[in-house]
């Protein structure tokens, strides 16, 4: 672990320090004085890291057997957590909410894309999940088995999820923009017994087939799955595989809402889910119960201050990315949250439609991504203030670096320069937030994701293993277990242990580069394989495109290295322009050479080594589902090579877009 010694000069530092930010907000009194986490929160952490932990095991569950072990790390790199106590998922998130009086109260407010809309209570959720539960068994689906999800966002995705929870069978969602060959692959990976899907869902204004997807993939091999179980949500001809294809509402009329969830190890399977494929292959994640739903329920809390009689939460995730299970499914429902849920697109029928939900369902606290907020930025900020936005008291970031104008625009624009706004950090593996700031204690600065929580060990290592300490750039690692951490990639042993805990054996290395600034606050770089060198420079992407999105005329932008002959590598820039300035300074007569004005911006904000070599102005970039940049694409067309694994993009054909300007670029 540890090297020992001394930083010696031996280490080029693993990223140089360029950006620096002092911006500081911090949360007002009056919100302070109410948070549910409070600064004695980290000092109680930090003396007592098990006992903290058994406490929030205890405060935010209710166990069908108590635990009496808190962590037993013998088995590292797999960690057991509570792992003599027993528990249902779907009991904590539904059914004892009920039992403590709250039915009545919301659980779900859906919106579909089309503008139908649907309330559900805790006490009707209870009903729906125990019905389904009830139809997964009488499918012969039981505890242990394989379920792949694969369903819009409507509350059947949730449902769904509870209802396999309630009885131990492990969930798989994928994503339903997903192709069948990618559903092939994990359902067989997974060796899925059912399928539960849809007739379609509702995308920018029709409605697009999910059905067809899954009746593909069963037809591409051999597969265990005897029965696949489909919602009708668009009422679309689907064909029929007689035997194997059951309704969901004719399966759910004939079951009874009376079902008893199945009480299962602290360490019993929850959930498989593939990550989002932006640095290679999927990884089948497999995240357990006990420790797991307690790391959500817990940030859910104090990340976002939720308090549950009166607060109206809305996480835009989709359930087949992980913030759609940790923050959509799992920890607000286990915290009894009223919460939207919405099917569609942010521009669907218009650009303003998120903020008109907002506004219709006085939201208080928004969790989106970066991807999201820079593309309202490029739509301008005349469409969300058409919007009553004043219910809004706290907001959320996650998925990558926010770019400290991106949250600036977020928190003046959407949040009117009043609410807090917590950049939360994690992963598919981590399970739940890792490292972000408290609300209401920590004084925010713009573009960093700041802390680790209480009862989180993070550091920064060099690449020799050791501390870089405050100012230092390096990797960022996690150096203690934590509940909700994955126990290992499905089927594939060898490569949890490559690839999580190979870097630094016996430590936790989570692939991104990281860096401390002077006041100690961690600042997150971007992925270790899309660090730079140029001229023996070492420079992060996200400190480049930070700097390009600083710029007046830029929404969005992705930095690559590009072999050079003389420099080793050079930096390659994509930006996405953002039309109302770009015509503003047209009209100023100074809008003529974007590309220079934009290379000179870089020189001028971080130094000239980190000045692209090439800018290319493009309308759209490389995407994940999840809205992430794919940037090992973009390495691919800049270095003029077939572009590789495209299968969990978005839209497939940015990237003909993409190389057809780069080959018309001078
Ligand atoms: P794959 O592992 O298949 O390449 P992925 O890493 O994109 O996919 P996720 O687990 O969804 O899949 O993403 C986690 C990653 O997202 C983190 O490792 C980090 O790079 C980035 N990330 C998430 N939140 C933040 C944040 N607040 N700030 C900076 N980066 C973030
Ligand atoms: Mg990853």
Not at 286 to 313: I, M, N, R, W
Not at 343 to 367: C, F, M, N
Request: hydrophobic residues 40%; contains cysteine; negative net charge.
């Amino acid at each position: 672990m540890l090297l020992g010694g001394t930083v010696t000069d031996q280490h080029s530092p693993a990223l140089e320090n360029l950006l620096s930010e002092t911006r500081s907000f911090p949360p007002s009194a009056e919100f302070a004085a109410r948070a549910n986490a409070q600064p004695e929160l980290y000092e109680r952490a930090a003396a007592d890291r098990l006992g903290f932990w058994a406490d929030q095991a205890r405060n935010y569950l209710t166990w069908s057997k108590p635990f009496t072990e808190v962590l037993d790390f013998s088995g590292a790199p797999t960690a057991r957590w509570f792992a003599d106590g027993q528990l249902n998922a779907a009991y904590n998130a539904v059914d004892r909410h009920v039992e403590a009086g709250h039915g009545d109260r919301v659980a779900i407010l859906f919106e579909g894309e089309p503008g139908d809309t649907r309330s559900l209570t805790y006490a009707d959720l209870k009903d729906e999940v125990s019905r389904a539960a009830n139809a997964l068994g009488a499918l012969g689906v039981s505890t242990g088995d394989r379920v792949a999800i694969y369903l819009p966002m409507i509350p059947e995705a949730v449902i769904a999820m509870l209802a396999c929870a309630r009885i131990g069978a492990t969930h798989s969602v994928v994503f339903g923009g997903f192709s069948a060959e990618a559903l092939f692959s994990r359902i067989t990976d997974a060796d899925a017994k059912l399928v539960i899907t849809a007739d379609g869902g509702y995308r920018r204004g029709k409605p697009s087939a999910l059905k067809p997807a899954v009746d593909e993939a069963l037809t591409k091999g051999a597969t265990n799955v005897t029965n696949v179980l489909v919602v009708a949500r668009t009422e679309q001809d689907v064909a029929w595989t007689d035997g194997r294809d059951v309704w969901w509402h004719e399966a759910l009329a004939g079951a009874s809402t009376e079902h008893t969830p199945v009480p299962v190890d602290a360490e019993h399977p929850l959930f498989i889910l593939y990550t989002s494929g932006t640095t290679g292959k999927p990884k089948g994640i497999l995240h357990t119960t006990g420790g797991y739903l307690t790391q959500c329920a817990y940030t859910h809390s104090v990340v976002f201050d939720l308090k549950p009689e009166t607060d109206v939460y809305w996480c835009t995730a989709d359930v087949g990315w992980v913030t759609g299970h940790s923050y959509v499914t799992y920890g607000p429902l286990i915290n009894g949250a009223t919460q939207v849920l919405y099917e569609g697109t942010p521009d669907t029928p218009h650009k303003g439609r998120w903020w008109e939900i907002v506004a219709k369902y006085q939201v208080t606290i928004l969790y989106t991504a970066p991807t999201a907020i820079r593309t309202c930025m490029k739509w301008g900020e005349q469409v969300p203030a058409e919007f009553d936005l004043s219910s809004l008291r706290v907001l959320g970031s996650v998925g990558e670096p926010i770019n400290p104008e991106a949250w600036m625009w977020y928190r003046r624009v959407i949040g009117a320069d009043r609410t807090p706004i917590v950049d939360t950090w994690w992963q598919t593996e981590t399970g739940a937030i890792m490292i972000s700031p408290l609300p209401g204690v920590t004084a925010a600065r713009p573009g960093s994701a700041q802390t680790p929580l209480p009862g989180i060990s993070a550091d920064i290592w060099n690449d020799a293993g050791e501390p870089v300490g405050k100012g230092g750039g390096g990797y960022l690692v996690l150096d203690e277990p934590w509940p909700s951490m994955l126990r290992g990639i499905w089927g594939d042993p060898e490569r949890f242990k490559d690839t999580y805990w190979s870097r630094f054996p016996g430590t936790y290395f989570a692939g991104d580069g990281a860096k401390y600034d002077e006041d100690g606050n961690i600042w997150l770089l971007g992925r270790v394989d899309d660090v730079m060198n140029v001229s023996g420079h070492r420079l992060s992407t996200t400190e480049i495109e930070s700097a390009l999105v600083s710029h007046d005329w830029v929404a969005e932008a992705a930095v690559v290295g590009a072999s050079d002959d003389t420099t080793g590598q050079a930096v390659v820039a994509f930006v996405i322009l953002r039309g109302e300035a770009v015509e503003r300074a047209d009209e100023a007569g100074e809008g003529h050479d974007v590309v220079a004005e934009l290379r000179n911006h870089v020189a001028k904000e971080i130094g000239p080594i980190a000045k692209p070599r090439s800018i290319l102005v493009v309308a759209e970039l490389p995407k994940t589902r999840s809205g992430k940049i794919m940037r090992r694409l973009l390495r691919d067309v800049a270095e003029h090579r077939p572009v590789g694994d495209v299968t969990t993009l978005a839209d497939t054909s940015v990237m003909d877009l993409i190389s057809s300007g780069l080959n018309a670029a001078p």
